[in-house]
């Protein structure tokens, strides 16, 4: 199976801030990684698709980058709707796996 | 608009049975593949399994292998997990998801891209 290994588990940032996530595959996956954005008690929300593809409908600030086993999700102005918890994803194998998470806060 | 309505949720004890339904609506349900993903208690994300648009091809996690039968009805636009032998550590919410995918016209290959629209989600919980 294919590891995500994702960092960090949480940050505190303040408004205004640029907020970076980092995913690392185990092994090389080309593009395939999605990002998804979860607030408390709602369902994920496809953020990113294809490693840097912004999904339509989502805010210019938020994007991504990578290919092979190196990943980053970028939000360039954090604000206080962006409270959640961030997962990559990775689909270029079975079984599709997850990385543990990243919750961010306000500081 | 894409929209998943997943039903089905109850309390069921260990080594007990039940079905989940997730009905389908927005767009043409028999074009895509499907998605099942749970999310344990204050945990993070797991995929379950996934169908094939026409159904013909399952695919499963290796924690719900033989357990767990994904299947769904293009006519009824729904999308169904059997779940046998629950344990407690299947307790989680549990989503059904559209996927991204697409299929080649000349090849006649789908190609999976996992899950762009999620449902609310349906909790269950195994527990004596």
């Known amino acids: 199976d294919i590891q995500m290994t994702q960092s960090p588990s949480s940050l505190s940032a303040s408004v205004g801030d640029r907020v970076t996530i980092t995913c690392q595959a185990s092994?090389?996956?080309?593009?395939?990684v999605n990002w998804y954005q979860q607030k408390p008690g709602k369902a994920p929300k496809l953020l990113i698709y294809?490693?840097?593809n912004l999904q339509t409908g989502v805010p210019s600030r938020f994007s991504g980058s990578g290919s092979g086993t190196d990943f980053t999700f970028t939000m360039s102005s954090l604000q206080p709707e962006d409270i959640a918890t961030y997962y990559c994803?990775?689909?270029?194998?079975?079984?599709?796996?997850f990385g543990q998470g990243t919750k961010v806060e306000i500081k | 608009e894409v929209q998943l309505l997943e039903s089905g949720e109850g309390v069921v004890q260990p080594g007990g049975s039940l079905r989940l339904s997730c009905a389908a609506s927005g767009f043409t349900f028999s074009s895509y593949a499907m998605i099942w993903v749970r999310q344990a208690p204050g945990k993070g994300l797991a995929w379950v399994s996934t169908?094939?648009?026409?159904?013909?091809?399952?695919y499963y996690a290796d924690s719900v292998k033989g357990r767990f039968t994904i299947s769904r009805d293009n006519s009824k636009n729904t999308l169904y997990l059997q779940m046998n032998s629950l344990r407690a550590e299947d307790t989680a919410v549990y989503y059904c998801a559209k996927d991204r995918g697409y299929n080649d016209f000349w090849s006649g290959r789908y190609y999976y891209y996992a899950m762009d629209v999620w449902g609310q989600g349906t909790t269950v919980t195994v527990s004596s």
């Open positions: 294809d490693a840097s």
């Open positions: 169908i094939s648009p026409s159904g013909i091809s399952t």
């Open positions: 092994q090389g996956i080309s593009n395939s």
């Open positions: 994803l990775q689909y270029d194998s079975l079984p599709w796996t």
